[in-house]
Structures are given as C-alpha cells and as structure tokens.
C-alpha cells in the first residue's frame, strides 16, 4: 500500500468477516429438526435481516430508546415468528434462535487473514453488534481480535459518525491512523467522511440469491483486496 500505513484496523463484522446467512440457515434448521418445528427458515433469516437497518433508525430517530443489537434482534424475531405462523417455539427456543447471531461462522479467508494483520496492527471489529455477541462469535469462530469496538460502548450505531471516531478516541490515535475494512461500500464511505483510512474486499455471496449490491468498489478506496488474506498482502502482513 503506498501512503499512509495505519497503526490499527477495525472491521465490519456480519457479512464482512463472517457469513450469516449461510451460518443461520444451518443452525436454524438443525434446531427446527431437533424439535420437530418446520419452517421456511432461509425466508425467515432474509426477513430477520432486512429488519436490521429499520430497526436501527428506530433508535437513531429517538422513536424507541437506546437498546443493544440482541434486544432488536428479539423483537423482529418475535414478530416475524407471528407473521411467518411458526408454532411450538418455547422461550428456551426462541432465546437459542436470537443467539444464533451470537454463533457466525467465518469466512474461509477471515482468521488466516485476520491472524497475519494482527503481527502488524491492532485489529477488532467495529460493529453494531453488542460487545457480548461480538466476544461470543470470537470464541466461537476462533476470531483473534485485539480488542472489540461494540455499538454499546458508544451508544450509536454506524454510520453514527461517534462509531468511527470512537474507536480513534479510545485508541488514543488520530482518525487517520485507523483503517475501517468492510465488504460494504456504504461503510467506507461514512468512515472515510470521518477521516478514515478505508480498504474494501467483496463478498458476493453474503445475501445469496439476493445480493444487488457491494460486487465490487464504487470509490478509490485506500485499499481494494479480493479478500482479507490478499489485504493482509497488501498492507505486508
């Protein structure tokens, strides 16, 4: 990479460093067939996320108060169980359910790549995840993140400019001094109005048949990768 070099790099995490749809379809289907419920549970986890970004702008609004990622996840979870008519969940099922988000796996890429820009830089996720469900998916994915930027040490989530600059204010580091990595363009963009060095690497595949967007960049972003081990090459990790 020519010009700046950053002293830590921060990621977005679903989608980018681990697959949640692929993940949450396997893990809800295996519970469906453990206790006997049938579902359409890939129509189910494509509705789920798609309820994620509304339900953020309900609290960046004001509309509902401050609440973590696992409490929104809850309440979409809930009403789309009642709208999709799923039977015989108990509270016991449908708290393993909202957990699942807790339980991503990675993608194939992520910890070799994520392990190398470690002996370089400061890595961890800059999520809207809660820091609860971002150390659980660590341990559970094997993620060997430095340290864990969760919306909830904010009270914002992205693309709140507070995310961004946080992680700079809480590193002790000017903002150019901090990478944002993420699959999503839009991510970048919003970082990198706050003076963010930016790279991006594509994950066509993270909405399946439904992904319409982020094949590939749409700026000049500071670092453009096939995926984190080529950034981790390119940042000569």
């Known amino acids: 990479m020519a010009g700046k070099q950053p002293v830590a790099i921060v ?7 681990v697959d949640w749809r ?3 379809i396997a893990d809800l289907t295996a519970h469906g067939s453990k206790r006997g419920v049938s579902a359409d549970w890939p129509a189910l986890i494509d509705a789920w996320r798609a309820a994620y ?3 953020m702008q309900r609290v ?3 509309e509902i108060p401050w609440m973590t990622l696992d409490k929104l996840h809850r309440a979409s979870l809930d009403r789309l169980v009642a ?20 339980r991503l796996h990675p993608w194939a890429d992520a910890i070799p790549g994520l392990t190398r820009l470690k ?6 996720p800059l999520s809207n995840g809660n820091v609860s469900l971002l150390l659980d998916m660590a341990k559970f994915a094997g993620i060997p993140w430095d340290m864990i930027f969760g919306s909830d040490l904010f009270g914002h989530f992205k693309p709140d400019p507070e995310t961004y600059l946080g992680v700079a204010r809480m590193l002790d580091l000017r903002p150019d ?8 363009n839009g991510d970048l963009a919003k970082a990198r109005a706050c003076g963010l060095l930016t790279a991006f690497f ?8 439904h992904q319409q967007r982020d094949y590939a960049a749409d700026q000049d972003w500071d670092i453009v990768a096939t995926d984190i081990q080529d950034m981790a090459g390119r940042l000569g990790a």
């Open 177 to 184: 001094q901090v990478m944002m990595a993420a699959a999503h």
């Open 53 to 55: 970004q509304p339900s």
């Open 202 to 209: 594509p994950r066509p595949a993270e909405y399946g048949p």
């Open 119 to 124: 002996s370089r830089f400061i890595i961890g």
């Open 22 to 24: 692929s993940s949450l």
């Open 60 to 62: 960046r609004s004001g």
């Open 83 to 102: 709208e999709f008519g799923i039977k015989n969940l108990s509270e016991d099922d449908l708290v393993h359910i909202n957990l699942g988000w807790h």
């Open 11 to 17: 990621f977005d995490t679903f989608g980018s460093v």
